[in-house]
Nanobody, 128 residues
Framework: QVKLVESGGGLVQAGGSLRLSCAAAGGTFSRYVMAWFRQAPGKEREFVADITRNGASTRYAETTKGRFAISRDDAKRTVYLQMNSLLSEDTGVYYC?????????????????????WGQGTQVTVSS
């Protein structure tokens, strides 16, 4: 059983920054590709970024590229999302997700059904 717990959300002004964390308990964290998704009110949950095993590759949605940075610390069993230059449209609940993957799996998977493990979410509100 894998449990993911997000933290770090909050209220921030447009142009500001936040750093989200997602701590994993159970399972073998280093064997998972980890990702962040977000869901705005009334909208579908959407892919934000992912990071492969050992952090070799990071990929981003076009809307977050250049502003957000995903990273991981396998020793701490934690994945991070540094969010800079925040916009009002970044407002939503941010979810951490994980999936098993072989070491050579370099495919970017952006749909929710491809991830087996989910956190409960953390609210990010960007005021304009």
């Amino acid at each position: 059983q894998v449990k993911l717990v997000e933290s770090g959300g909050g209220l921030v002004q447009a142009g500001g920054s936040l750093r989200l964390s997602c701590a994993a308990a159970g399972g073998t964290f280093s064997r998972y590709v980890m990702a962040w998704f977000r869901q705005a009110p009334g909208k579908e949950r959407e892919f934000v970024a992912d990071i492969t095993r050992n952090g070799a590759s990071t990929r981003y949605a076009e809307t977050t590229k250049g502003r957000f940075a995903i990273s991981r610390d396998d020793a701490k069993r934690t994945v991070y999302l540094q969010m800079n230059s925040l916009l009002s449209e970044d407002t939503g609940v941010y979810y951490c997700a994980g999936r098993h993957a072989i070491l050579t799996d370099q495919l970017m998977r952006t749909t929710t059904s491809e991830y087996a493990y989910w956190g409960q979410g953390t609210q990010v509100t960007v005021s304009s």
